[in-house]
């Protein structure tokens, strides 16, 4: 159980296009699901927070108008590089928390790397 | 916010051996630290948690200690395996919200 995924897993574009990432909660119904970049060989650092049905929360510096997330279903959210440019490539994640069970968990999907050239 | 600090950034021992990585946290209102392995292009993989109205948790070779009054947490190995050999992060978050990434340990197990 817990399963999350992403669509797709990889992706390549031409600078300026846009990207939509898909990120599922397959056996659970999710409260909040929360979206990541990775570098490489650097951590994972938050990019925002999204709630169905609600506005996602961005952290500090994470452009919104570049970044649309949609979290139009307890299943379903989306994050969309809008005009991408090669210092976008990077390892995207999301992970899930489960709306009825242990509370602190988050569940991770298996990440979509995304280069711009 | 929260941040996390993690030490060592590499760490290589030999196969048999213990290996101990060790996060410190900035906010006292944090109250669940889990630790993640991540394999190269994968998924954190979630390997242990600990809440804070507990001081240790061990689970087959793998062990975490808490000591809320110095804001430390600390993740030991006991005889490493070359599967070991991966990326492991700390991380620290309020409540079951958002978390906090310490940057990351490279361990590197000798066979």
């Known amino acids: 159980g817990a399963v999350v995924s992403q669509h797709p897993s990889w992706v390549i574009c031409k600078s300026g296009t846009s990207v939509k990432i898909e990120c599922r909660s397959l056996d659970f119904q999710a409260t909040t699901m929360f979206w990541y970049r990775q570098f490489p060989k650097q951590s994972l650092m938050l990019m925002a927070t999204s709630n169905e049905g609600s506005k996602a929360t961005y952290e500090q510096g994470v452009e919104k108008d570049k970044f649309l997330i949609n979290h139009a279903s307890l299943t379903l959210s989306t994050l969309t590089v809008t005009s991408a440019h090669p210092e976008d490539s990077s390892f995207y994640i999301c992970?899930?928390?489960?709306?009825?069970?242990?509370?602190?968990?988050?569940?991770f999907g298996p990440g979509t790397r995304l280069t711009v050239t | 916010g929260e941040n996390v600090e993690q030490h060592p950034s590499t760490l290589s021992v030999q196969e048999g051996d213990s290996a101990v990585i060790k996060c410190t946290y900035s906010d006292s209102a944090s109250n669940y630290f889990p630790w993640y392995k991540q394999e190269l292009g994968k998924r954190p993989q979630l390997i242990i948690d600990?809440?804070?109205?507990?001081g240790e948790k061990k689970d087959q070779r793998i062990a975490v200690t808490l000591n809320k009054t110095a804001k430390h947490f600390s993740l030991h190995i006991t005889e490493t395996q070359p599967e070991d050999s991966a990326v492991y992060f700390c991380a620290a978050s309020n409540a079951g919200n958002m978390l906090t990434f310490g940057g990351g340990t490279r361990l590197m197990v000798k066979p």
């Open positions: 600990i809440r804070s109205n507990v």
């Open positions: 992970s899930a928390k489960i709306l009825a069970g242990v509370p602190y968990e988050q569940y």
